[in-house]
C-alpha cells in the first residue's frame, strides 16, 4: 500500500500515520510550509509541500499513491474569518477527491466528525441514522464538516471508493495544538476550571480511532459512515476522572447555563473581537453544550469489528504528554 495522508502533523492524523507504518505501508505525507513536524519524529515517511486549498498541489503531491487518508481539518471553535473554515473543510475535501480521483486512488478514508451527527437534547445515544440536517449545525466548524461530509458520501456513492468514519471525541498524546477536548486536560491541569457546565461527551482514546480508520479501509462500505465512539460522560465525570489521576481537585459547582452563555459572549467580545485572539469560552461552544454529544458505535462494532476500550488510559496518557510538553 502506498499511502497519502493529510493531517499527519496533527493529533488524529499522526496516529494514523504511525498506524500505517506500523503495518508496513509506504506513506506520502502532505504538510504545509508552516507545518510543526514534531509529530512526524521518528517516522518512517515522505513528506511533500502542498495545501488543502490548493487543488494542484494535491494532484501532484498525491501522484502514485494507491490510498488516501484525509484527517486534516480546520478545527476550531472560533474564527475570525470562516471563509477560511470553509476553504479548508469543504472545498480542500473536495479538490483533494478530485485529484485522487485524476490519479486513479483505489479507495478513500474520509475523517468526518461525530459533529454532523443528529443529537438530541434528551441525552440518548446518536448513531449514523440519527435524523439531522444542515440548519442542526451549531458554528462554521461543525456546518463545514457537515458540508465536506456530504461531498465525500456522495463521491464513494458515484463510483469512487469512499469511506467516510465519525469519530466521537479523541484523547490521548500528542495533540499539539491543543484540540479544544485538549484543552479541557491543560485547564484542569492549570486550575482553570472553577466550574463546570451539565453536558457530555463521548471520549474515545486516539490510538483505537487510529486502528479504526484502517478497519474502515479494509472493511468499510463505500458511501457510509461508521461511528468510531468509546466511552459517554458527562463533563463532570470527566474532570473527576481526571482529578482521580492528577490528585488536583475537580470542580464542585456547577454553572447555570445563562451564566455560562453570558460569559461565552463577554469572552468572544473582548478576547476575539477586541485582543484578536481565540476565546477559551464562545457562544456556539456554549450552545452545543446543551446537547449531550453521546453516541453509539453498535455499526462500527458489527461491520468493522470495532471495540470500545475504557478510556482511563487515553487521559492519563494525555495528561503526562501534556506535563511532558510544557502545556502545564
Known sequence: MKAFVTGATGFLGSHVARVLADQGADLRLLVRPTSNLKNLEGLKAETVTGDLRDAASLEKAMSGCDTVFHVAADYRLWVRDPNEMYRSNVDGTRGLLEA???????????????ATVGFTSDGCPADEESPVSLADMIGHYKRSKFMA???????GRSGMHVVTVNPTTPIGEQDVKPTPTGRIVVDFLKRKFPAYVETGLNLVDVRECAQGHVAALEKGKS???????GEDLTLKQILDKLGQITGLPSPRIKLPYIF???AGVVDEAVTGLLLRREPRATVDTVRMGKKKMFASSAKAQRELGWKIVPIDSALRRAVEWFRANGYA
Not at 149 to 155: F, K
Open 100 to 114: 485522487a480521483r485524476k490519479n486513479g486512488v483505489q479507495r478513500v478514508v474520509y475523517t468526518s466528525s461525530v
Open 149 to 155: 461530509e456530504q461531498v465525500a458520501m456522495e463521491a
Open 223 to 229: 458511501g457510509d459512515r461508521y461511528i468510531l465512539g
Open 260 to 262: 455560562a452563555f453570558a
